[in-house]
């Protein structure tokens, strides 16, 4: 039962709906524990809170508005887990079971409506049966700024939670459920700002049954964000950002592991202390696992570390607008700044379709995406390599647009092979950044324009590539940009060429590998000033190119053949079969007589 409470008793409600909405006045709205609402029963403007705190379920059903643009509803309403300060944990599970399609403004919190949450604070979703979430498109294309029709947040919009947040969504959701805003901490969207003291975690295991339309799901957020064009909000995470996605029917358009800044005319500012990332499962747009930013005005900042690691995510499905880049980094546009203060790193070890990996940040507009730490990019196993198309471009440092955009790398920038013991790689590998040379339409998400991209050297440090226990044919592959080469022992490679490297190093136990090739090249390079470390490896007598400067051949140091026995007393016509132990891998044996006029031994070590 649906019940209107006093002036009074709202006076929070009233203030925060006022805020969002723009109006000086709207109707409260108290839902039970365990209450069924039916969309068609609430008022525009409605703030749905609890009639006591703690741990609440709500259950929507029916219909309100649909996909098209002209049958969309434009009701504005919002829906908390707790009403003002709460002392203790604040839970919300929501059992969504309705059809909502929306120009207006819908959010839920899990939290009270602006106050503080002195534990955790947690948001569950349910979609069940034909149930659908659906936002509006406008001209083909949802501007961030209007990306606010369906929100799921598991913290306050604003005031503080001193514990950790969570969202958790699961279940179907059938139609073009397009634009729905997921975010493990809050979205901000209005004067104020929301302080995090734990760490926020958002995981999606929800199926999109049917065609989303454009964009799939809609992009997930993390962490506090500032949303409001012309607003100055502070979104603050002390401790760490983790999204999964795991549901091999998700639909993900975007994914800012970091935070997200709009302001144009205000002055927004997002923080998170580290940010992880892991893609299990799912059909994804594209991913920028560091801070995102919007707006000129705005700065978004992850204060430590970034992870994004990619287990077995189809990158090739629904990527209409985005290119699939998995950058590292953060996205930077219109003049403000997207900074991670710390490392990022990229492990991919399956998954399909990827085509761009950027370990540093992605410019625009003027903007400000630096790493001030290292940047990786690690591809594991056949599995990972398979995950990238034949022309993938990965990219160690950061890629810019053709203004003067920053994406610099302030420490070394490495892109790692590992334990691959097949396969071909035909793509591009830089150890420094891109620039976009002009503006082609596209700006940096247009894959198709990417040969209007140059060379930039963006990375302070050393630029590396690692081949680690691989053996595979990247004869195909352009390397530009590199340093310096490093293999461990047991790689076994075909290269064009060295991508500009002038050191090759060695490293690892290489004790009884024979004398590999470690390094064949389909033509021959030039090896003038080429250095071949292999100071810091052991088991290496020599490493160095042929004659033809078509090998790297590496000497190493073998241990003797063990022969049993070691000695044969033989009767006259007697036989006996020695045999032979060699250390030395994929090494084989053949047998000699000293003197045949004394014993004869054939191929298989058979003494007469």
């Known amino acids: ?135 509006n498109i406008l001209n083909g294309y949802m501007a961030p700024n209007n990306q606010q029709s369906i929100i799921l947040a598991g913290s306050p919009n604003g005031g503080a939670v001193k514990g950790n947040t969570k969202l958790t969504i699961s279940g179907g959701l059938s139609g073009k459920s397009n634009f729905l805003k997921a975010s493990g901490a809050a979205m901000i969207d209005k004067v104020g700002s929301l302080t995090v003291e734990g760490d926020s975690t958002a995981e999606i295991y929800a199926s999109c049954e049917d065609d989303c339309g454009f964009g799939a799901n809609g992009g997930l957020h993390i962490v506090a964000n500032g949303l409001g064009s012309d607003a100055e909000a502070r979104g603050i995470l002390k401790g760490k950002a983790t999204l999964i996605v795991d549901n091999p029917n998700a639909r993900v358009e975007q994914i800012w592991g970091g935070n997200n800044s709009v302001a144009n005319s205000g002055h927004t500012y997002a923080e998170t202390g580290s940010v992880e990332v892991y893609l299990r499962q799912g059909k994804v747009g594209a991913v920028t696992a560091g801070p995102s930013n919007w707006g000129s005005n705005a700065n978004a900042v992850v ?65 400000q995406a630096d790493v001030e730490g290292d940047a990786r990019i690690t591809v594991k196993g056949n599995s990972g390599l398979k995950a990238l198309t034949e022309d993938t471009w990965i990219i160690a440092g950061g890629k810019c647009d053709y203004t003067s955009s920053s994406a610099a790398v302030g420490g070394n920038a490495t892109v790692i092979f590992s334990d691959i013991n097949s396969g071909v790689f035909k793509g591009t590998i830089t150890g420094q950044g891109v620039k976009r040379s002009k503006d082609n339409n596209g700006g940096i998400y247009d894959k198709n324009s990417d040969d209007d991209f140059g060379y930039t050297d963006s990375v302070s440090g050393d630029s590396v590539l690692v081949f680690d226990n691989v053996q595979a044919d990247f004869s195909g592959a352009t390397i530009v940009e590199m340093d310096r080469i490093e293999l461990t022992s047991g790689t076994k490679l075909k290269l064009a060429d060295l991508g500009g490297a002038t050191v090759i190093k060695l490293t690892g136990n290489w004790t009884n590998l024979g004398t590999p090739s470690a390094l064949t090249f389909t033509n021959a390079v030039n090896v003038q000033g080429v250095t071949v470390d292999y100071s810091e490896a052991t088991g290496i007598v020599s490493a160095a190119f042929n004659e033809a400067k078509t090998e790297l051949v590496v000497t190493c140091k073998n241990a003797p053949i063990a022969v049993t026995p070691t000695a044969l007393k033989l009767q006259l016509g007697k036989s006996v079969t020695v045999k032979a132990a060699t250390p030395v891998v994929g090494e084989t044996v053949s047998w000699k007589s000293s003197d045949t006029a004394v014993a004869a031994v054939d191929d298989a070590g058979k003494v007469t």
């Open 1 to 135: 039962m649906i019940k209107w409470q006093g002036k009074c008793k709202l006076a929070l409600a009233f203030v925060a709906a006022a805020a969002m909405l723009g109006t000086a006045w709207a109707a409260g709205v108290s839902y039970d524990n365990g209450e069924s609402i039916n969309l068609g029963d609430i008022e525009s403007g409605s703030v749905l809170s609890p009639s006591a705190n703690g741990n609440n379920t709500i259950t929507f059903t029916g219909t309100e508005g649909g996909e098209a643009a002209d049958k969309l509803s434009s009701k504005n309403f919002f829906v908390y887990g707790a009403s003002g300060d709460v002392t203790g944990d604040s839970s919300l599970t929501v059992d969504w079971q309705a059809k909502l399609g929306t120009k207006g403004k819908v959010q839920f919190f899990a939290g009270g409506d602006g106050g503080t949450v002195d534990g955790n604070s947690s948001l569950t979703v349910s979609a069940t049966g034909d149930s659908s979430l659906y936002a």
């Open 303 to 367: 204060s430590k570390d970034v992870y994004v690691e990619v287990t077995s995510a189809d990158f090739g499905a629904d990527a209409k607008f985005f290119s699939p880049y998995l950058g590292g980094g953060g996205v930077s546009w219109g003049g403000g700044s997207a900074v991670v203060k710390g490392s990022t790193s990229v492990v991919v070890k399956g998954g399909n379709g990827i085509d761009i990996l950027v370990g540093g940040g992605l410019g625009r507009n003027k903007g």
